[in-house]
């Protein structure tokens, strides 16, 4: 089991910026890369970033590259997204997850195995 203990959501301004945390704790040898999805609400759950935890690889949804960073922290077990420039189309639950297997970074929700709680985005024009 991994588990997943997301941070750092709020509310801010459009504009501005937030960097959300993503706490890794069991068997994190299991994890070969970490996600950040987001749900709007009535919408689906998005692919937002990830990040493998080897080598650092990294890949972005097109509408947050140059806005977001997704960076990681081996010594702590930590992914972080740093949010900045942030939209009120930004506005989501922000969901960290457990990628099982490589070698490619995945992109859509069924490639990871655990989930954290979420955390909340509001972002105000």
């Known amino acids: 089991q991994v588990q997943l203990v997301e941070s750092g959501g709020g509310l801010v301004q459009s504009g501005g910026s937030l960097r959300l945390s993503c706490a890794a704790s069991?068997?994190?040898?299991?994890?070969?890369?970490m996600g950040w999805f987001r749900q709007a609400p009535g919408k689906e759950r998005d692919f937002v970033a990830a990040?493998?935890?080897?080598?650092?690889?990294?890949a972005y949804t097109d509408s947050v590259k140059g806005r977001f960073t997704i960076s990681r922290d081996n010594a702590k077990n930590t992914v972080y997204l740093q949010m900045n420039s942030l939209k009120p189309e930004d506005t989501a639950v922000y969901y960290c997850?457990?990628?099982?297997?490589?070698?490619?970074?995945?992109?859509?929700?069924?490639?990871?195995?655990?989930w954290g709680q979420g955390t909340q985005v509001t972002v105000s024009s």
């Open positions: 990040i493998s935890w080897s080598y650092g690889g990294t």
């Open positions: 069991g068997r994190i040898f299991s994890s070969y890369a």
């Open positions: 997850a457990s990628q099982p297997r490589g070698p490619r970074l995945g992109t859509t929700g069924n490639e990871y195995n655990y």
